[in-house]
């Protein structure tokens, strides 16, 4: 029979009907279930599946259904339980063709069926979807601190991670990204530890890795940046060590230097920093790193009171990007001993020269040796001493290796002390003799003229000769004669004056001097 409105319309009044009347069940039983449980949870209840049942209390449980007929509803990962209608003589009054989405929520009860769990189902509603969800809670905390952006985050990888939505698991990492950031932002720049641990949580929560070492440096450079000043060697230490547990490339020395890098990072280091990649952040690790040793060795210099090549050494050592500093220092190290190279000990004069000749300066090494060895010809001359004339001759000939520096040296000290015979014997190991009176080389000697009191004691035995033989043995004439008439002798004495030695001959014989004979001569 024909009422004039078709089945289907009769069929879609009665179940707006049944929806308007099962939502307001739904909402009154709702309030009796408590709290909603997820498919997920669900799924991970399973073992309590049968004490579900057995207790038989209202259970809400929403999720995304996969399979939805008139008569069977199955939830996305939950394949294995059943949800059917409570009364098996209607099917679900919902068409899943007017749903917006596929998330919805039953609420009903765990039953028993052939040995097998079963949930009737005695209200449903659609449920916005995570998507609709995460808008909105994320909306809700717009304003809230970190914690509220980590919940919501590990509700999104969770619902991500069960559902494989990759879409959801993306949101959830930004969601993680900006609680670190909130977090970060509450973080004064020196909290440098409470920075390294927030930059475990990119690890955490899957975060890339790129962004927890850029918060790093970050924490770092600010560290640096807040403390350069008026950090102890202690505070800076620590700093370093830090750094290399954290950063990796503190510890490689860039080899060569990149000043036109390290340039660019000093004028914009975080800027520099995010838009590198990882090869030059390894660079920039070390030239953050290398600028805190370099401040290091500065505070333990200042603190031991290093000399200036330990502490040119130390920078080389800790910090070799800075060589041309330790090159400085060392140069004005030097430069100030040689200036003041009159007072250094011997020992000290030749490791200062040693450094002058390993830096390719032995101009300067022979300059502080000279100055110092001059010093000393100044202080043994004032206190006189033989024996220091003798060390101080031997200093020009090892250190300075000059030879007429050292003559000069042992002649003053045989005209002070002609007695003592190392004296004479230095100077005859430098090729001098005593000739006329005077210390020469032998090649002046030979050049002299005969020396009249030379021939005269050199010549054999010259007692009992005439005056004609002792003429021509010196081959001169006296410079003066002196007579003497003395108990009926005649005593006659020439002299001979030659370049400040003088010789005396001495004759004595008859008054009329025909027969003087030379008895005594004396030089």
Known sequence: ????????????????????????????????????????????????????????????????YSNFSPKLLRFVKCDDLNFVWHDEEQSFPIDPANLRGRTIEVYGRFV???????????????????????????????DAPAAGWYALGDWALARGTFYSDVDLENEARQLFAEGIQRELRSLS???????????????????PDSDRIALLHDAFSHRWLGTKR????????????????????????????????????????????????????????????????????????????????????????????????????????LDERLAAAATLSRSDILKLAECFVQRGQPEKAMQAKQVWVLAGDERLRKEGRPDDFIQAAREHQ???EDKEGAVKLLIEAYERSPEMKEISE??????????????????????????????????????????????????????SVTRVISAGQLNEVWIYENGGTRLAVHFLGSIDGHDLKVVKLVQ
């Not at 069926?113 to 995570?130: A, I, T």
């Not at 720049?189 to 975060?207: I, N, P």
């Not at 080389?441 to 002792?470: C, H, V, Y």
């Open 398 to 400: 090892t250190l300075l």
């Open 426 to 479: 230095q100077l005859r190991r430098l090729g001098y003799t005593r000739a006329a009176g005077r210390w020469l080389t032998r090649a002046e000697a030979a050049a002299l003229p005969p020396d009249p009191a030379k021939e005269a004691t050199e010549g054999g035995p010259r007692m009992g000769m005439s005056r004609d033989q002792i003429q021509k043995v010196l081959a001169s004439r006296p410079d």
């Open 112 to 142: 028993m069926q052939l040995g097998k769990n079963l949930f009737r189902v005695d209200g449903l509603r659609e449920m916005p979807s995570d998507e609709e969800t995460l808008r909105s809670r994320k909306s809700a905390i717009r």
């Open 189 to 207: 720049d020196d909290a440098l530890e409470a920075k390294v641990r927030l930059s475990e949580k990119f690890r955490t929560y899957g975060l």
């Open 230 to 333: 008026n950090a102890s060697a202690a505070e800076l230490s620590q700093l370093c060590d830090r750094m290399a547990e954290n950063l990796r490339g503190c510890l490689t020395p860039l080899d060569p230097p990149e000043p036109a890098l390290a340039d660019r990072y000093d004028r914009e280091p975080s800027g520099l920093y995010r838009d590198s990649g990882t090869a030059t952040r390894l660079k920039l690790n070390r030239i953050l790193y290398a600028e805190i040793r370099y401040a290091y060795v500065q505070a333990v210099a200042r603190q031991k009171n290093l000399d200036g090549l330990q502490h040119a050494d130390a920078i080389d050592r800790e910090a070799p990007e800075f060589h041309a500093q330790a090159e400085k220092l060392r140069e004005t190290t």
């Open 1 to 64: 029979m024909t009422t004039g409105v078709s089945r289907t319309a009769r069929m879609g009044v009665r179940n707006a009907a049944t929806i308007v009347a099962l939502t307001v069940l739904f909402g009154s039983a709702a309030a009796r279930a408590g709290d909603t449980i997820s498919i997920p949870q669900l799924v991970e209840q399973r073992s309590k599946w049968s004490d579900f049942a057995t207790k038989g209390a209202p259970i809400k449980v929403e999720g995304r």
